[in-house]
Structures are given as structure tokens and as C-alpha cells.
């Protein structure tokens, strides 16, 4: 199968004809072809969006909010071809893609939906001047958006939807990784009547499709889901024409486990957050830090709980960890275990490639706990982005304090015990966007998101998500 770009309310092929191979990685083999876009591919859809834009932006919060609207209520229709079709592209779960991905892509578009008709400019009287100070939140105009592998749909909608409701015209572009579901949106998009030129979709590698959107100057803002070294090279490009930009990027986030806290939650909880899509969400808690009293007691637990995991094909209810996305993904992954047995790391559960039967060149790991002595070594130091969790014990509240913030990523934290003044004051503490406390990844939609230190700059989410693709005018 083909996918096409989506430009201008069309499918095309790329304008110099170049595919890129497009893997199922359950069975490691190729099921498809994706444009390998170039600038004039990204030229094209720049020229779409500029000449929808006067339109668009001037479309009433109404009629946006309708089309949106319709966005979700498609999605919701086709959520098992959705979910069925982002499970063969990325290797996760069938199960996950249908409680969680696709659902969220409805919900992303359906909030904003009702977001833009709650969202205003302000006025602020000068008392006794017989003034009046008006703050008016405009459109950019074309923005870019560009997102990554791991949760495919999920994270391409939560840009593209604040970014069509604010008033722009959207160059968007998936990873080349997981193109899929992308593709299938544009449809959607269509059948619910949005413009053509409001949304294009550009697919193609992050070098040189990625990059033709981050160089061309009349994208004026970039919202930007991915890797750290990516997020600091794009704003190194932008920084010299003053794009707006959102960096959304890498984590290794502690999960610190108290002895007072309620056990069995914390247990299950654990395993989803070490584990959950193959361990490939940034807001994993990839770094376990547990109270030294409970610290022989959780091992054993967890060891036995991670064990009873089915790793298998993706397509299987019953699955609970699918596939690596990629080759190279498994590799570096796999890599990071080597590493870990020459650091002294101890393996305490997993560490090899699985077959799995009538699937065997997909690309599965099994969950892995590996025990280090030092949050210094490279496995705590390094974002691995799969199925590998490292476990080590602390004493005190200085010391897990310490352990947690010592690293150059500051995305999310999880703190697991009953004691408040505990909780307040590690809340305040933790150099992270988000703290979880007692659970993991909850989150209403209406709330800032995004990370400090190396994690990135910038907020999406809600209304945060409107300020940043707007831009701000006062007058008086
Ligand atoms: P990546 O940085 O390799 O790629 C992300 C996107 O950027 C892809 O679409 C890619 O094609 C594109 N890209 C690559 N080079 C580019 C360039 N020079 N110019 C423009 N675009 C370019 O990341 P990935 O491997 O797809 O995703 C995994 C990373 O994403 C992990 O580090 C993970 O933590 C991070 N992530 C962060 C969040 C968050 O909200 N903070 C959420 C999900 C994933």
C-alpha cells in the first residue's frame, strides 16, 4: 500500500517520486511506502496553507468548532480500523491502541472543539484614564507540526487539533516510522468538511522532510514532539528567523516508592508505568528509587508480577507488551542491556530478544529489570525509550530527592507514599513538569503539559496550547 500526501485537500505522490519502506514490526517485514518528501513537496503544502489561511482565520469559533466536532465523531466510528491500523504500523498492543490512543486522538479534537468557544481576547479598563487596553490573541498563520513514533495518532491530533482551532493553516508531518494513522486522518478530516489547505500533511524523514519544514520561513511556529538532540538541532534552525517554538522531549523519570504507601496499587501501577507500550512513553518511569525497608520485599514482587507479562503479537487481546517499533530501535535498546552488564548492572528479570511463534523476525523484548548500583551509570543517565527499568534503594527523603533530580531530563516524577508533608514537599522539589502521586498517567486535558531542564520548553495542553498558537497584540 501507498500512502500519499495530503495537500491542498489532495493525495499526491511526492514530487520527485521517492518512497521510503514502511515496516510492520510484529512480523518485521515491509507492508508499505510512504513519500520521501522534499522541499517542494513541503513548498507545495506551505502555498495550500497560506492561501486557506484569510479564510480559516476569519471561519467563526462556531463553524470550527463543528468541524472539529466532526473530527472526533469520525474517529470514534472508525476507532477499530483506527486502532487496528496503529497497532500494525507500531507494534503496540491492539488493546492499548483501543482504550487509549485513539480515544485520546476523539478526545484531543473534541476538547478543542469546545476549548475555542471558551477562549478570549481581554480588555483591561485604565481607571480614570478613560482608557481602554485591548489584548488580542490572534492566528499566526501556518504553523508546523511534527511528531514522533510512540504514540502515533495520540500525539499528532493533540498538535494539529489546538492548531486548527486557534485559526491557523497546519503543515504536519508523523513520523516516517508510524505514517499510518496519519494518513487515514486526512480522510477523516475531509469527510468532516475542514477546508483543503486548513490541514496538509507532508510525509517523509525528519532530515529532510522535517527539516524543509523547520527552514521555510513563513512557518512561523513549530510545535515539536520528539528527542532531545532533535528538539536542541530544530531550535538551533529556528532560532535565527524568531519562530515561535514548543519543544516537547525526552525523559527518564524517577518513580520513588515509599515504604508507607499503599503496596498493592503501588505494585500494579508500577508495572504499567514501567512497562506500558513497551516502555516507549516519555512519561515512563524508567528509574525505580524504593525505600531500603521494602526494597527486598518489592523486588522479589515486582520480578514476579513482570514475569507473568505476555509478550506476543500485537493483533492478540491477550497481549500486553507488542513490539519494539523498529530494527533500529530494538538494537539500541538491546544495546543499552549490553551496557549494562559491562557497568555491573544485574539483570534481575529479561533481557533477550523473544520469538514469538509464527512472528519470529518481529521485534520483541522482554521486559527487563536490571538492579545498578549508582544513579551515575549510563542506564540512569540515558534515555533507553523501551521495555528496560533499572531499581536501586534509598534511606532517606534527602537521598531519593537527590537521586531523582540528579539527571539532565525534567519531563514527569511518580511519588509513591500516604506521608502529606512528604508529598508537598517533594512535589515542590522535583525539577519535573509533572508529579504524579500515588498514580501515573492521569491527567485532565485542560492542564499545562510539558518538561524542564532537557525535557524541553514550553506548554501544550488547554488553553497553554491556544496562548502558544496564537500571537498577542495589545492596543490601546
Ligand atoms: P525523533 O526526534 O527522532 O523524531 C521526532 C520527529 O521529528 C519525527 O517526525 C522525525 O521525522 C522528526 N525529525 C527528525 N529529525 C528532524 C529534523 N532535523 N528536523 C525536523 N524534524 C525532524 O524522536 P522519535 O524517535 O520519533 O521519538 C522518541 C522521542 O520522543 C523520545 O525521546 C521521547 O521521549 C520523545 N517524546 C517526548 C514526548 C513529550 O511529550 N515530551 C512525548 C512522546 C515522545
Same mark, same amino acid.
Given at each position: 500500500?501507498? #500512502?500519499?500526501?495530503y495537500?491542498n485537500g489532495?493525495f499526491?505522490?511526492p514530487?520527485?517520486d521517492r518512497?521510503i519502506?514502511?515496516y510492520?514490526?510484529?512480523?518485521?517485514e515491509?507492508y508499505?511506502?510512504?513519500?520521501?518528501?522534499?522541499?517542494?513537496?513541503?513548498?507545495k503544502?506551505?502555498?495550500a496553507?497560506?492561501?486557506a489561511?484569510?479564510?480559516?482565520s476569519n471561519?467563526?469559533?462556531?463553524?470550527?468548532?463543528?468541524i472539529?466536532?466532526?473530527?472526533?465523531d469520525?474517529i470514534?466510528?472508525k476507532l477499530t480500523?483506527?486502532?487496528?491500523?496503529?497497532s500494525?504500523?507500531?507494534?503496540?498492543?491492539?488493546s492499548?491502541?483501543?482504550q487509549?490512543?485513539i480515544?485520546?486522538?476523539a478526545?484531543?479534537?473534541q476538547f478543542?472543539?469546545?476549548?475555542?468557544?471558551?477562549?478570549?481576547?481581554e480588555a483591561?479598563?485604565?481607571?480614570?484614564l478613560n482608557?481602554?487596553?485591548?489584548?488580542?490573541?490572534?492566528?499566526?498563520?501556518v504553523?508546523?507540526?511534527?511528531?514522533?513514533?510512540?504514540?502515533?495518532?495520540y500525539?499528532?491530533t493533540?498538535?494539529?487539533?489546538?492548531?486548527?482551532?486557534?485559526g491557523?493553516?497546519v503543515?504536519?508531518k508523523?513520523?516516517?516510522?508510524?505514517?499510518?494513522?496519519a494518513y487515514?486522518?486526512?480522510e477523516?478530516?475531509?469527510?468532516?468538511?475542514?477546508?483543503k489547505?486548513?490541514l496538509?500533511?507532508?510525509?517523509?524523514?525528519g532530515?529532510s522532510?522535517?527539516?524543509?519544514i523547520v527552514?521555510?520561513?513563513?512557518i512561523?511556529? #513549530?510545535?515539536?514532539?520528539g528527542g532531545?538532540?532533535?528538539?536542541?538541532h530544530i531550535?538551533?534552525v529556528?532560532?535565527p528567523?524568531?519562530?515561535?517554538?514548543?519543544?516537547?522531549?525526552?525523559?527518564?523519570?524517577?518513580? #520513588?516508592?515509599f515504604?508507607?504507601?499503599?503496596?498493592?496499587?503501588?505494585?500494579?501501577?508500577?508495572?504499567?508505568?514501567?512497562?506500558?507500550?513497551?516502555?516507549?512513553?516519555?512519561?515512563?518511569g524508567?528509574r525505580i528509587?524504593?525505600e531500603?525497608?521494602?526494597?527486598e520485599?518489592f523486588k522479589?514482587?515486582?520480578?514476579?508480577k513482570?514475569?507473568?507479562l505476555k509478550?506476543?503479537?500485537p493483533?492478540?487481546?491477550?497481549?500486553?507488551i507488542?513490539a519494539?517499533?523498529?530494527?533500529e530501535h530494538?538494537?539500541?535498546?538491546k544495546?543499552?542491556?549490553?551496557?549494562?552488564?559491562n557497568e555491573g548492572?544485574?539483570?534481575?528479570?529479561?533481557?533477550?530478544?523473544?520469538?514469538?511463534k509464527?512472528?519470529?523476525?518481529?521485534?520483541?523484548?522482554q521486559?527487563?529489570?536490571?538492579?545498578v548500583?549508582?544513579?551515575q551509570?549510563?542506564?540512569?543517565?540515558?534515555? #533507553?525509550f523501551?521495555p528496560?527499568?533499572?531499581?536501586?534503594?534509598?534511606?532517606t527523603d534527602?537521598e531519593?530527592l537527590?537521586?531523582?533530580?540528579?539527571?539532565?531530563?525534567?519531563?514527569?516524577?511518580?511519588?509513591?507514599?500516604?506521608?502529606?508533608?512528604?508529598?508537598?514537599?517533594?512535589?515542590?522539589?522535583?525539577?519535573?513538569?509533572?508529579?504524579w502521586?500515588?498514580?501515573?498517567l492521569?491527567r485532565?486535558l485542560?492542564?499545562?503539559f510539558?518538561?524542564?531542564k532537557?525535557?524541553?520548553?514550553?506548554?501544550?495542553g488547554?488553553?497553554?496550547?491556544?496562548?502558544?498558537?496564537?500571537?498577542?497584540?495589545?492596543?490601546?
Amino acid at each position: 500500500m501507498k #500512502i500519499q500526501n495530503y495537500i491542498n485537500g489532495e493525495f499526491l505522490p511526492p514530487v520527485a517520486d521517492r518512497w521510503i519502506e514502511n515496516y510492520n514490526p510484529a512480523i518485521g517485514e515491509v507492508y508499505g511506502q510512504i513519500p520521501d518528501s522534499t522541499k517542494e513537496d513541503v513548498e507545495k503544502a506551505v502555498e495550500a496553507a497560506e492561501k486557506a489561511f484569510p479564510s480559516w482565520s476569519n471561519t467563526t469559533l462556531t463553524r470550527r468548532s463543528e468541524i472539529l466536532s466532526k473530527i472526533a465523531d469520525l474517529i470514534k466510528e472508525k476507532l477499530t480500523f483506527l486502532a487496528e491500523s496503529e497497532s500494525k504500523d507500531n507494534g503496540k498492543p491492539v488493546s492499548l491502541a483501543t482504550q487509549i490512543d485513539i480515544p485520546r486522538a476523539a478526545s484531543n479534537f473534541q476538547f478543542f472543539a469546545n476549548a475555542i468557544t471558551q477562549f478570549s481576547s481581554e480588555a483591561h479598563e485604565s481607571v480614570g484614564l478613560n482608557a481602554v487596553n485591548f489584548t488580542l490573541r490572534q492566528p499566526i498563520g501556518v504553523v508546523g507540526c511534527i511528531s514522533p513514533w510512540n504514540l502515533p495518532l495520540y500525539l499528532f491530533t493533540w498538535k494539529i487539533a489546538p492548531a486548527i482551532a486557534a485559526g491557523n493553516c497546519v503543515i504536519a508531518k508523523p513520523s516516517e516510522v508510524t505514517p499510518m494513522t496519519a494518513y487515514l486522518l486526512a480522510e477523516i478530516t475531509k469527510d468532516a468538511g475542514l477546508p483543503k489547505g486548513v490541514l496538509n500533511i507532508v510525509h517523509g524523514l525528519g532530515t529532510s522532510t522535517g527539516q524543509a519544514i523547520v527552514e521555510h520561513k513563513k512557518i512561523k511556529a #513549530i510545535s515539536f514532539t520528539g528527542g532531545t538532540t532533535t528538539g536542541a538541532h530544530i531550535a538551533r534552525v529556528a532560532a535565527p528567523m524568531f519562530k515561535k517554538l514548543s519543544l516537547e522531549l525526552g525523559g527518564k523519570n524517577p518513580n #520513588i516508592i515509599f515504604a508507607d504507601c499503599d503496596y498493592d496499587k503501588m505494585l500494579e501501577t508500577t508495572v504499567r508505568s514501567s512497562f506500558a507500550n513497551q516502555g516507549q512513553i516519555c512519561l515512563c518511569g524508567s528509574r525505580i528509587f524504593v525505600e531500603e525497608k521494602i526494597y527486598e520485599k518489592f523486588k522479589k514482587d515486582f520480578v514476579q508480577k513482570v514475569s507473568e507479562l505476555k509478550v506476543g503479537n500485537p493483533l492478540e487481546e491477550s497481549t500486553n507488551i507488542g513490539a519494539l517499533v523498529s530494527k533500529e530501535h530494538l538494537e539500541k535498546v538491546k544495546s543499552y542491556i549490553d551496557i549494562a552488564e559491562n557497568e555491573g548492572g544485574k539483570i534481575l528479570f529479561g533481557g533477550d530478544r523473544i520469538a514469538v511463534k509464527g512472528s519470529e523476525n518481529g521485534y520483541y523484548l522482554q521486559p527487563t529489570i536490571i538492579e545498578v548500583a549508582s544513579n551515575q551509570c549510563r542506564l540512569n543517565q540515558e534515555e #533507553i525509550f523501551g521495555p528496560v527499568v533499572t531499581i536501586m534503594p534509598f534511606k532517606t527523603d534527602e537521598e531519593a530527592l537527590q537521586l531523582a533530580n540528579d539527571v539532565k531530563y525534567g519531563l514527569s516524577a511518580t511519588l509513591w507514599t500516604n506521608n502529606l508533608n512528604r508529598t508537598l514537599q517533594f512535589s515542590k522539589q522535583l525539577h519535573v513538569g509533572i508529579v504524579w502521586v500515588n498514580t501515573w498517567l492521569m491527567r485532565d486535558l485542560r492542564t499545562p503539559f510539558g518538561g524542564q531542564k532537557e525535557s524541553g520548553i514550553g506548554r501544550e495542553g488547554g488553553f497553554e496550547a491556544l496562548r502558544f498558537l496564537q500571537n498577542l497584540k495589545i492596543y490601546v
